[in-house]
Antibody, heavy 119, light 112 residues
Framework: VQLVQPGSEMKKPGESLRLSCRGSGYSFSNYWITWVRQMPGKGLEYMGRIDPSDSFTNYSPSFRGHITISSDTSIRVAYLQWTSLQTSDTGIYYC?????????????WGRGTLVTVSS | DIVMTQSPLSLSVTPGEPASISCTSSQSLQHSSGKSFLGWYLQKPGQSPQLLISLATYRASGVPDRFNGSGSGTDFTLKISRVEAEDTGIYYCMQTLQALLTFGQGTRLEIK
């Protein structure tokens, strides 16, 4: 099982960004993909998730309206998207495979994408 | 939201000695199945988190048996029977009972 994410992205405030997370080694449609943020030197925060089989999404109230999560099962990729980045979006963004068994655990993680938003 | 509270927030342990981390949830994490939806994760320096324990007590594949999870309801504990140098990092508990997943603040384990 692998989740592959780009290593880093550098953007300016107000710009848009779409992060990718490509799954391999398992049946992509059978597991949710969850996105987790880690701001510099801080802990882990749940952002939201998607069920690739029907594109149903769930967002944390802290992020709803600021991000969009989507997926494309034909190429086994999940996305995390912003239309207008803020400097406070700087951080590492992890995607994780969210198992619907074993207590809904996040049982495999990508290496994370470091997003830097700076003018 | 379910609030997860860990203690201590940091600890320093000599190799070969035991370590224990507590995690308390603001609501019971017991599912209708009778199991508690609580997981433990370790984030090693410069790495992404990795699953250690699921359903409060089940060790994930490949996790050494010196790691043990216990507890139910609202009170949980992760114990490392004999700490090794490779165990350094930040340990997080996380509840998955509610759709809005929530993490503890993290406990930093330093090896003396």
């Amino acid at each position: 099982v692998q989740l592959v994410q780009p290593g880093s992205e550098m953007k300016k405030p107000g710009e848009s960004l779409r992060l990718s997370c490509r799954g391999s080694g398992y049946s992509f449609s059978n597991y949710w993909i969850t996105w987790v943020r880690q701001m510099p030197g801080k802990g882990l925060e749940y952002m939201g998730r998607i069920d690739p089989s029907d594109s149903f999404t769930n967002y944390s109230p802290s992020f709803r309206g600021h991000i969009t999560i989507s997926s494309d099962t034909s190429i086994r990729v999940a996305y995390l998207q912003w239309t207008s980045l803020q400097t406070s979006d700087t951080g590492i963004y992890y995607c994780a495979r969210h198992s619907r068994t074993s207590g809904n655990v996040l049982d495999a993680w990508g290496r994370g994408t470091l997003v830097t938003v700076s003018s | 939201d379910i609030v997860m509270t860990q203690s201590p927030l940091s600890l320093s342990v000599t190799p070969g000695e035991p370590a224990s981390i507590s995690c308390t949830s603001s609501q019971s994490l017991q599912h209708s199945s009778g199991k508690s939806f609580l997981g433990w994760y370790l984030q090693k320096p410069g790495q992404s988190p990795q699953l250690l324990i699921s359903l409060a007590t089940y060790r994930a594949s490949g996790v050494p048996d010196r790691f043990n999870g216990s507890g139910s309801g609202t009170d949980f504990t992760l114990k490392i029977s004999r700490v090794e140098a490779e165990d350094t990092g930040i340990y997080y508990c996380m509840q998955t009972l509610q759709a809005l997943l929530t993490f503890g603040q993290g406990t930093r384990l330093e090896i003396k």
